[in-house]
């Protein structure tokens, strides 16, 4: 038998169950796109178009046993052209130099950096000296000191102040988070603070969406007063999205406790409010005679909580994680609507496409990984356990039952993407949310809709207060258990594969139907197995020059104890190293460690006493050195740095191999490196004298 003539009737038994697999197939696309190297070209991009067209009308041709690897292929070309066509549409300047002077703008988003600070959001930007086709769109910027002392940020309101700007900054380290990539599709061409008071110069601009963000700022600040503190910081984010009044003590509570995911506007809430909302209805419906009896009260409930699904879009802001959650809870009340099985993969696979079409890069983020995770592990499992009739337990400890096997089964499936994003797992995760899931589902949400129906009233707090009940239990819990022993525990970043073979493997034991799935279980422990084998660089240098880590027995040590502590925490993060980072500091010694020697100079008095290197050596300058390319060894100082991003060496086995941040990146229109020009020979010379300690 042919090998053509076997994958036939392979994909003929699976028959009925390939659509699963429509939106794997159009997420390869989009990582196609993102992992290129180099940006694509207009003609290769409607090359890939036209392959979408034609393998479109092959699979309407041929043989029902050959269309599905047609259609397969329709789709990858498909989703690498939506990604293409997406970061075309968001595209706009970014400044590629560092800018002082006056920011003007209008407020179009406010929350918090991750060192407490307000932090605005302002489009229709102006810039002294700055023409408007190479102003940023928009431009984000942090409130320090006096600059809180100024005008009350409102939504809508145009304001004016004196600070510093940038581009975006590229990854920490090679291979790292790419901000750059986010800040584009974001449509941010810079970001900034400012130290000076910020001055209204104009009253509140407002279209529809500015009339959305001053109803849910306005909400937010009313539940705050209702409910001061960490539970009104709370409330606030689970009903408006605003997450700026919850203190950083709170949130590494429930970061460590695994209910950190309580705080998104996320696909539990969104299901929570549209199943009380929808079972309200049914309620309500079925104790009217007329309507039970005469009128499709089932299909009415569901219109019922679609609406309210989507005030709460709009109440939340419509960020990403709310819109993605609004799509799946969509997808699945149409489906009830037009009398189809409400959860299934199939609308999980629908909600995905959608996603992707409206949003390819969110593909590339934790958000979108984990909750089609949860979502397709949970519709799997419980799915199978229908089929099977399979019921644990008497009839009244069923729902508990089920709460733990979902808090199981999603737990178990988000791990590794959240343990690869954020290197980090919560060993009592489980526990905590076991205490406190129900608790939004029984007390929270209702309340939240109670106050929501109570608010033209001005009774509000009534809902509120319950609400602050249920939220004071949730932040008792992640205190409690982020202060067990041991509650939190670190893992090293993985190789960039890993995610994506073992994603590929899952989805095989899901989507594949007879016994062959279990096939999928051997690239999850390939994955696994390359996580495991996976080393750390030796060396890592900032991009600024600023921070050196150096790799040794004790863990990665950290050439200063302060300075540059958002490089240091995520270095020491990918590292699955628990430390701070003057802990990390303590442990430098440039004898003691691997690899090559480093030195860093830190300041212009440094710099100024440097008396010389040896070959083989690595010299880190975060200012220029006069006559370095004379140096035998290899320096690495502003200039150069600014060409090449953060720099990892690592230990290729026959000596030390440079690995960039613009070699990873690649030059993509996000990219700053698209700005410079190749990198200095003195790198490529720099290496040479760097390869001759093994000589």
């Known amino acids: 038998m042919g090998l053509g003539r076997r994958v036939s009737e392979v994909l003929l038994h699976q028959r009925g169950n390939l659509f699963g697999w429509l939106p794997v197939a159009m997420a390869v696309g989009i990582g196609l796109f993102f992992a290129m190297p180099a940006e694509p070209s207009g003609g290769w991009i409607a090359g890939v178009g036209a392959g979408v067209l034609a393998c479109a009308a092959l699979a309407w041709r041929l043989d029902e046993r050959i269309s599905p690897v047609c259609v397969c292929m329709a789709m990858i070309a498909l989703g690498f052209v939506l990604a293409a066509v997406r970061a075309h549409h968001v595209a706009g300047p970014v400044i590629d130099w560092r800018y002082y002077g006056p920011v003007e703008g209008r407020i179009v988003g406010m929350d918090r950096s991750g060192s407490d600070a307000i932090r605005l959001t302002l489009d229709h930007v102006k810039l002294d000296r700055v023409a408007p086709e ?8 942090s409130l320090h000191g006096d600059a809180t002392l100024g005008v009350t940020p409102e939504p809508g309101l145009r304001v004016m102040t004196t600070g510093h700007l940038s581009a975006p900054g590229g990854p920490v380290e090679p291979g790292g988070f790419d901000f750059q990539r986010h800040a584009w599709f974001a449509r941010l061409g810079a970001v900034g603070y400012t130290r000076v008071p910020l001055v209204a110069i104009s009253a509140a601009e407002f279209d529809l969406r500015q009339a959305v963000f001053r109803i849910r700022m306005t909400a937010s600040a009313r539940v705050r007063a209702v409910l001061p503190g960490d539970v009104g910081g709370f409330a606030a984010a689970v009903t408006t999205g605003d997450r700026s009044g919850i203190s950083q003590d709170a949130l590494q509570d429930l970061r460590a ?45 569901a219109a019922g909580a679609l609406a309210a699904a989507s005030v709460y879009l709009a109440l939340s802001g419509g960020n990403v994680a709310t819109e993605r959650a609004f799509v799946m809870v969509a997808v699945a009340l149409c489906a009830i609507m037009i009398n189809r099985r409400a959860l299934s993969l ?9 996603v992707l079409t409206l949003r390819p890069e969110a593909l590339m983020g934790p958000g979108f990984q984990m909750s089609f ?37 999603a737990g178990l499936a988000t791990a590794p993407i959240g343990a690869a994003h954020f290197n980090a797992v919560a060993h009592y995760g489980l526990i905590a949310n076991l205490a406190s899931v129900p608790l939004m589902g029984a007390l929270v949400i209702p309340a939240a809709v109670l106050a929501l129906v109570l608010a033209p009233v001005g009774a509000e707090a009534v809902g509120l207060w319950v609400m602050g009940l249920g939220l004071q239990w949730i932040l008792w819990v992640a205190d409690f258990v982020s202060g067990l022993n041991g509650a939190r ?47 750390r660089p030796a060396v890592l240098i900032a991009d600024t020059g600023g921070l050196v880590g150096v790799m040794t027995a004790e863990g990665r040590a950290l050439s200063k104890e302060k300075g540059g502590g958002f490089v240091a925490r995520n270095w020491l993060e990918n590292d699955g190293d628990g430390v701070d980072q ?14 090559p020697a480093v030195i860093h100079l830190s ?10 290197c040896a070959t083989g050596e690595v010299v880190v300058a975060n200012t220029e050195l ?21 720099i990892a060496i690592r230990d290729a086995g026959q000596g030390p191999h440079l690995v960039t941040a613009r070699d990873m990146a690649g030059d993509r229109m996000w990219s700053r490196w698209t700005r410079f020009p190749e990198p200095a020979l003195s790198l490529q010379g720099g290496v040479e004298k760097l390869a001759r300690q093994n000589d």
């Open 134 to 141: 190479d102003t940023p769109h928009r431009v984000r910027i």
């Open 257 to 301: 406790s695994n209910t950190a995911h309580l705080l998104a506007i996320s696909g539990l809430h969104m299901g929570l409010l549209s199943g009380f909302v929808f079972g309200l209805l049914r309620l309500i419906f079925a104790l009217i005679p007329r309507v039970a009896l005469y009128w499709p009260a089932r299909k009415m409930a």
């Open 346 to 354: 199939r609308a999980v696979a629908i909600a995905a496409m959608i």
């Open 373 to 409: 995770a949860a979502t397709t592990a949970l519709v799997a499992v419980f799915g199978w356990m229908r089929d099977a009739e399979i019921k644990i337990g008497p009839k009244w400890a069923q729902p508990v039952v089920a709460v733990i096997i979902s808090s199981g089964v």
């Open 489 to 535: 525990g670190f893992v090293a970043g993985p190789n960039p594969w890993v995610l994506p073979i073992m994603a590929v493997g899952a989805l095989f034991v899901i989507l594949w139907q007879g016994r062959a799935r279990f096939v999928g279980v051997v690239p999850i422990l390939v994955a696994l197995g390359l996580w495991q084998t996976g080393a």
């Open 582 to 595: 003057a802990r990390a500091a303590a442990r430098w010694d440039t004898r003691a460690h691997l690899g």
């Open 603 to 612: 300041g212009k008095r440094a710099a100024a006493a440097f008396t010389g």
């Open 626 to 646: 006069p006559d370095s390319d004379l140096l035998p060894c290899l320096v690495l100082a502003p200039k150069l740095l600014r060409q090449t991003g953060a």
